[in-house]
């Protein structure tokens, strides 16, 4: 498999590979064999509380560098992991950063805000508003940046464009190799880039898809990702031309643990997340991770994921997240 930084900014921001570890009781509790089911750590990466951002973010912040910028503009929800990352890697590569957020200021920052606060993020709330107007508020944002003679880079909501879906190509590179007889890789979908990466690595037969509510179009997301960054960079592709022609009907992208939408735990989730806690001692996410999981739990009941096949979830982070959640504070 060719490296997947042909071509495109990199500045390094994390701990690679992250590791693989077995989950046998994990396993067991799903109906999986006790040597089906690895956790693949990325939240183990290092920067800023790690997650899977960072590794998308190794690419946008590199072209934000390359292109001469001095501040980093993204968005995202009030406990946005993306946001947090993305202040962590503007204060490592020297830059301003300003994080745009729906909904307004709590009394008390917690969970994600603290450590946007702690890193220094500029914070502009922009009230209860659709993805779309948000998008609109960062541009509005640079724009008043550039008028005062800064030089602002937008940082896609999630990390998410044809760039930053390299970094999850070369994570599937690294679950190829640790993992040679992957035959399911789990992944919460948000903003589409990290399914979108792992379809492009290891083709869409292996990878699952979680819906955790993010965005309307999840499908038509991921499938514009993996066409995307077949255009863009296909020598950094295993099989640049299966990614190009890839269609929704390829993918497997399941969608019932969005429950009541983005943020809002079903109670596969909150199952989920107990069960990775007293199992493993591995504490995950109500937004992302423990969708994942419930899904990934859903997906064995069904027999689409079957005992003897081996199974990559892929731990997206969050942690920080946890502490800011109303499922966890009761705010």
Known sequence: ????????????????????????????????????????????????GGGNKVRKLERTVGRALAEGADVLVTTGAAQSNHARATAAAARRA???????LAGSAPGRAAGNLVLDELLGAQLE?????????????????????????SRPSRVPYGGSDALG???????????AAQVPDVAHVVTAVGSGGTMAGLVAG?????????????????????VGLVRGVAA??????????????????????????????YGVPTPG?????EAAARTEGVVLDPVYTAKALAG????????????????????????????????????
Not at 94 to 100: H, W
Not at 165 to 175: D, F, N, Q, R, T
Not at 214 to 220: C, G, S
Not at 269 to 273: E, I, K, R, Y
Request: hydrophobic share 45%.
């Open 1 to 48: 498999m060719t490296t997947p930084q042909a071509d495109a900014p990199l500045l390094r921001l994390g701990t690679w590979p992250t590791p693989v570890e077995p989950a046998p009781r994990l396993a067991e509790h799903l109906g999986l064999g006790r040597d089906d089911l690895l956790l693949k750590r990325d939240d183990l990466c290092g920067l800023g």
């Open 94 to 100: 020297g830059l301003g950063c300003v994080l745009v």
């Open 296 to 331: 990934l739990a859903s997906a064995v009941r069904r027999g689409e994921v079957r005992p003897g096949g081996r199974t990559v979830l892929v731990h997206t982070g969050g942690l920080p997240g946890l502490f800011g959640h109303p499922s966890v504070t009761g705010a």
């Open 125 to 149: 709330w922009v009230g209860d508003v659709a993805l779309g107007d948000l998008d609109a508020a960062a541009e509005q944002v640079c724009a008043r940046l550039r008028a005062e003679g």
């Open 202 to 222: 290891l083709g869409p037969a292996r990878v699952l898809g979680v819906d955790v509510g993010a965005v309307p179009d999840p499908v038509e997301r991921v």
């Open 269 to 273: 989730s909150t199952a989920a997340l």
């Open 232 to 261: 863009a960079q296909p020598d950094a592709l295993p099989d640049a031309a299966a990614a190009s022609t890839v269609r929704a009907g390829d993918l497997r992208l399941r969608r019932d643990e969005v429950g009541e939408g």
């Open 165 to 175: 879906v390299l970094g999850y190509v070369e994570a599937a590179a690294e679950i």
